[in-house]
Each structure stands twice: as C-alpha cells, then as structure tokens.
C-alpha cells in the first residue's frame, strides 16, 4: 500500500503570497490532519478533516485553512504568507476520526515551506 | 490539554534494551497513551499505544503503570535505525483525538 503522499516536498514563496499545499492518504483511509513543524514550537495541530467536513481545529489564525475532496484527499491554504509561516507541514491520515483517541496515524514526509 | 514529561534526551549502546520513561499525571480516564517518533527529515511515525494493559508489537513494548500516570517505551534491542525523536502522547476525547506532541526525548544510539 502507497504512505501518505504530500507535494510538493519544498516550496520557497515571499512574504504576502499564498500557498496550497496537497496531501493524499493512504487508499481507504479518510480522515486526514495536518500539523505544523518549527524549531521553536514543535509539532502543533492545524486541523483535521473527514467525510469533506473540518472535525476539529487548532489554534492557528484564519490565514490557515484546509479543504477535504470527495477522494479524500486534502489541501491546506495559507494566505498572505508571513515570515514565521516557514515550516514544515505534516499530513496524517487514519481510517476513522481520531475522536475516541484509539487511531493510529500515518504521516507523510512533509512540505518544507520557506518564507522569504 | 493533558501532558506529558519525558526527558530531552538519552543515550544507548546498539543492540542494548532501550527504556524512554513518561510522566503523565493529568491523565484521564479515556486518554490513550501513544508513542511515535521523527527520524531526520521524516515525518513522525507511529511506534505503539495502549490504555491500560501492556502492549506488544513488533517494533516496541510499552509497559503502563498501574495508575496510569506513567509509562515505558521498551526497545528490546537498539539499532543505528534506532536514533530518533520519541513522542509520548496524550489522546483521548478531551484533546478531540488530536496529537499533542511535546518536545519529546532524542534517542541517540552508539555503535
């Protein structure tokens, strides 16, 4: 079975431009969430999708955002990139919500995103 | 949002037994405790979790204390492959089944 699968793997934008980042989970599984990475706050959730609807959301601004297709697959979107927005972007999927806390996820390699 | 203590790092000698200790004391009764860990430039990877019985698998063993306010990741024999990040996680629905990851305890393994 083919992992979690982010594109791009890097991506270099400046500050005030936009950015969609794609996930696509593992066949069967349909709940994806996704998380960010930076040295100085770790791993952080952004929020979680299943059946095309938001389940949960971290504590991220509204520049953030995210969308789930019928497939399953997910995008995020981060508008009028800041220079603190440099990190890297983890998706996960499961086979069902991680509501009850019993789901393992699997994270794809990430999308290393730079601000500049 | 319940949390976890582990140690920021730790040393092992390849092919000796491995204890990554964390403290839970806020945890509830419907938390599951996880384990995942990062190796360079990948995302984490899920290692094993349980709630109150010890758990087996084919990568770990992660032994629960009896009040649950602690737990043991076991790798029974460490490898190079081995070197790693380490999460212990908190998940349940009080964090709506989310990952709360902390900083977690590198793993450095020595030949």
Same mark, same amino acid.
């Given at each position: 079975k083919?992992?979690?699968?982010?594109?791009?793997?890097? &991506?270099?934008?400046?500050?005030?431009?936009?950015?969609?980042?794609?996930?696509?989970?593992i066949s069967g599984h349909r709940?994806?969430?996704?998380?960010?990475?930076?040295?100085?706050?770790?791993?952080?959730?952004?929020?979680?999708? @299943?059946?095309?609807?938001?389940? !949960?959301?971290?504590?991220?601004?509204?520049? @953030?955002?995210?969308?789930?297709?019928? !497939? $399953?697959?997910?995008?995020?979107?981060? $508008?009028?990139?800041?220079?603190?927005? $440099?990190?890297?972007?983890?998706?996960?999927?499961?086979i069902?919500?991680?509501?009850?806390? !019993?789901?393992? &996820?699997?994270?794809?390699?990430?999308?290393?995103?730079?601000?500049? | %949002? /319940?949390?976890?203590?582990?140690?920021?790092?730790?040393?092992?000698?390849?092919?000796?037994?491995?204890?990554?200790?964390?403290?839970?004391?806020?945890?509830?009764?419907? %938390?599951? +405790?996880?384990?995942? =860990?990062?190796?360079?430039?990948?995302?984490?990877?899920? #290692? +094993?979790?349980?709630?109150?019985?010890? #758990?087996?698998?084919?990568? /770990?063993?992660?032994?629960?204390?009896? *009040?649950?306010?602690?737990?043991?990741? +076991?790798?029974?024999?460490?490898?190079? =492959? *081995?070197?790693? #990040?380490?999460?212990?996680?908190?998940?349940?629905?009080?964090?709506?089944?989310?990952? +709360?990851?902390?900083?977690?305890?590198?793993?450095? #393994?020595?030949?």
């Open positions: 083919a992992g979690v699968t982010q594109t791009p793997r890097y &991506l270099i934008k400046t500050r005030g431009q936009q950015v969609t980042l794609s996930c696509s989970p709940s994806v969430s996704w998380y960010q990475q930076t040295p100085g706050q770790g791993l952080q959730f952004l929020f979680e999708y @299943f059946s095309e609807t938001q389940r !949960n959301k971290g504590n991220f601004p509204g520049r @953030f955002s995210g969308r789930q297709f019928s !497939n $399953s697959r997910s995008e995020m979107n981060v $508008s009028t990139l800041e220079l603190g927005d $440099s990190a890297l972007y983890l998706c996960a999927s499961s069902r919500p991680g509501g009850q806390g !019993n789901e393992k &996820l699997f994270f794809g390699s990430g999308t290393q995103l730079s601000v500049l | %949002d /319940a949390k976890t203590t582990q140690p920021n790092s730790m040393e092992s000698n390849e092919e000796e037994p491995v204890h990554l200790p964390c403290n839970h004391s806020t945890i509830s009764g419907t %938390d599951y +405790i996880h384990w995942y =860990r990062q190796l360079p430039s990948q995302g984490p990877e899920y #290692v +094993i979790h349980g709630l109150t019985s010890n #758990v087996n698998n084919r990568m /770990a063993s992660l032994a629960i204390a009896e *009040d649950r306010k602690s737990s043991t990741l +076991i790798l029974h024999r460490a490898t190079l =492959r *081995d070197a790693a #990040v380490y999460y212990c996680i908190l998940s349940g629905p009080n964090q709506g089944g989310k990952l +709360i990851f902390g900083q977690g305890t590198e793993l450095s #393994v020595k030949p």
